[in-house]
Each structure stands twice: as structure tokens, then as C-alpha cells.
């Protein structure tokens, strides 16, 4: 069972569409983070979130850190090609631990 | 400033072979995280060094071990492969110590093919 459940786990959309991706689990956290991988390279860092109800912007990619902090969601706004990639959550008690992520395809 | 670096970048190895994997990390950075990546499973936490000390293992069996450096270099050992070891091994270095939510910085990974 994974720590961390990430939902969907595909998405395939065109360009110009909006999108949200969600990160569940049952545990309390004291803060989340998102990642974006790329084919070829290691994942890299979009975000931290540390109090329950947050909200951080990151250009067009809205994140949001639930009331009770167990879960996360990621609104993507007006997508683009170059948004592809997998959405990781990531989230640590004694290490960090990551979510299978949510693989997004954005079509031209 | 320079970023983690992996090596070997890609390998391909037979069952019943072993493996090393190398990682340097961001200079200054003394926590060394590695994990498997997989279609299936995603990423899975291998373990964590900090200061030439293994502070956190995960659940994989004994073939996979690490080690750290004092010049927190790591690396990671793999012994007698089996074809589900095929992997992109993820090595990621961070300044964090302890419990704090630090930033992972992440290589670009050794993808391993076991044959």
C-alpha cells in the first residue's frame, strides 16, 4: 500500500485545457512537496507546502495543502505541451517518500 | 554549482551479477537518498546517509546496500541481480538533517537492465 495515492494515474489532454491532480493518504503530514519529472532526468522540485489550507502559485500551477494536511492538489491552468511530465507528491516522517505519480500528456 | 552527478549512466548486467552505483551530491549537501524507480511501482526509498551514517533503510532485501563517504560521495551495491532489478536508481542529495522537510536535489539517474 502506498503512502502516499495519487490520482489519475494518466492524463492525456489538449493544449488550452486545465487539469487537477490529487495526492490522498490517511496520514497526517507537517508538510508536502511536488516534484515534476521530465524523460531522461531526475525530478525536480515545484513546491513545498506546509500549513493545512495553503495555497501556492506558481505561474499557471495552483497547489493547494488540505485543511487537515493529509492530502494535496495540483491545478494546472491552460495547459501547455511542455507542462508533459510526471507529477510526483512527496512527503517525509523519517524519509522522504513518493507517491507513483500522475504521468500528464499535454497535446498541442 | 555543479549538480548531483550519477555514474554510470546507463549499465546492463546478467542475473546473478552485482553492481556498484556511484553518486556525488551538491557540494555542501551531506544527505545521500537513493531509490528505485519503476513503471510499476514508482519510486521506492532505498535508504538515506547522512554523515557516513545510514539513518533510514527501506524494504528491500539485503542484496541492495550503500555506503557514504567523507566526502559524502555514495555509493550503492547491488548483489546478485534479478531480472526485477532492472531500475532507474535515483540518487538524490539534500542539506537537510534529520526531520526537516529539506529540498531533494536528484541526478539523472544510472538505469540499470539486468539480462
Known amino acids: 500500500t502506498q503512502l502516499l495515492e495519487q490520482s489519475p494515474q494518466f492524463l492525456s489532454i489538449q493544449e488550452g485545457e486545465n487539469l487537477t491532480v490529487y495526492c490522498n493518504s490517511s496520514?497526517?503530514?507537517?508538510?508536502l512537496q511536488w516534484y515534476r519529472q521530465e524523460p531522461g532526468e531526475g525530478p525536480v522540485l515545484l513546491v513545498t507546502?506546509?500549513?493545512?489550507?495553503e495555497v501556492k502559485k506558481l505561474k499557471r500551477l495552483t497547489f493547494q495543502f488540505g485543511d487537515a494536511r493529509k492530502d494535496s492538489s495540483l491545478h494546472i491552468t491552460a495547459a501547455q505541451p511542455g507542462d508533459t511530465g510526471l507529477y510526483l507528491c512527496?512527503?517525509?516522517?523519517?524519509?522522504?517518500?513518493f507517491g507513483a505519480g500522475t504521468r500528464l500528456t499535454v497535446k498541442p | 554549482k555543479a549538480g548531483v552527478t550519477q555514474t554510470p549512466r546507463y549499465l546492463i548486467k546478467t542475473r546473478g551479477q552485482q553492481v556498484t552505483l556511484s553518486c556525488s551530491p551538491i557540494?555542501?549537501?551531506?544527505?545521500v537518498s537513493w531509490y528505485q524507480q519503476t513503471p510499476g511501482q514508482g519510486l521506492q526509498f532505498l535508504f538515506e546517509?547522512?554523515?557516513?551514517?545510514?539513518?533510514n533503510k527501506g524494504n528491500f532485501p539485503g542484496r541492495f546496500s550503500g555506503r557514504q563517504f567523507s566526502n559524502s560521495r555514495s555509493e550503492m551495491n547491488v548483489s546478485t541481480l534479478e531480472l526485477g532489478d532492472s531500475a532507474l536508481y535515483l540518487c538524490?542529495?539534500?542539506?537537510?538533517?534529520?526531520?526537516?522537510?529539506?529540498?531533494?536535489?536528484f541526478g539523472e539517474g544510472s538505469r540499470l537492465t539486468v539480462l
Open positions: 507546502v506546509v500549513t493545512g489550507g
Open positions: 557540494s555542501g549537501h551531506r544527505s
Open positions: 496520514s497526517v503530514f507537517s508538510s
Open positions: 538524490a542529495s539534500s542539506s537537510a538533517s534529520g526531520r526537516a522537510n529539506g529540498e531533494l536535489f
Open positions: 512527496a512527503a517525509k516522517n523519517n524519509d522522504m517518500r
Open positions: 546517509y547522512f554523515s557516513e551514517t545510514q539513518r
